[in-house]
Every structure is written in C-alpha cells, then in structure tokens.
C-alpha cells in the first residue's frame, strides 16, 4: 500500500498563489506517475496536472502557464505551484499517484486539500 498525504491548500484571493505539496510513504513501492486532479461542487473529477518518474509533465489546457508541476524522485514527493489564481481554480485538490507495489501497478489517492479563490 501507499499513502499520499497532501498539504498546502487554503484561502487565497483571485490572482495570489498557493503551493501544494504531496508525500507517498509506504514499503517496497516504486512510482510511475504523480500528479493533481481537482473536483468543484458538482462537478466531476478532472486531471490538473501529472508527472512521470523521468520527468516528462503534462497540464489540463486551463491551468498551462499558471500551474508547475515538479517532483523528487527521492522523496517520493509531487508539488503544485499554482499561480495566477481565479475562482474557477476552486476545488479539491486530490494527489493521485500510479505506483508499483510486490510487482502490482495501482493507482493511489489522498483525501483531498480544499482551495478556495475569492473574487
């Protein structure tokens, strides 16, 4: 098994920035892609942004050039640098990651960070 345990969300004003940050603890694991979705008040859950083991990151079209993805392999941690913020942007943010565990690929959750963008 792997936890992800995320932190850094929050109230920020439309324009401001927040910083998420996500750490996988566990045993034997290895993963393969660590990222962010996001789920607003009636709405489904969508990918935010993800990242490979070697680096290679991909962004939904609304966040390109406001968000920054980032990850230490050797922390096993994934971070969120979200900047220019609108009120659209509020959501859960959850921490998702793809792991191998005792040779098994899984996908893996965390609770959920709240961000919150006032106008």
């Known amino acids: 098994q792997v936890q992800l345990v995320e932190s850094g969300g929050g109230l920020v004003q439309a324009g401001g920035s927040l910083r998420l940050s996500c750490a996988a603890s566990g045993r034997n694991f290895n993963t393969n892609v660590m990222g962010w979705y996001r789920q607003a008040p009636g709405k489904g859950r969508e990918l935010v942004a993800r990242?490979?083991?070697?680096?290679?990151?991909n962004y939904a079209d609304s966040v390109k050039g406001r968000f920054t993805i980032s990850e230490d392999n050797a922390k096993n941690t994934v971070t969120l640098q979200m900047n220019s913020l609108k009120p659209e942007d509020a959501a859960v943010y959850y921490c998702?990651?793809?792991?191998?565990?005792?040779?098994?690929?899984?996908?893996?959750w965390g609770q959920g960070t709240q961000v919150t963008v006032s106008s």
């Open positions: 990242i490979t083991s070697c680096g290679s990151s």
């Open positions: 998702y990651c793809n792991a191998e565990v005792s040779g098994r690929l899984s996908a893996y």
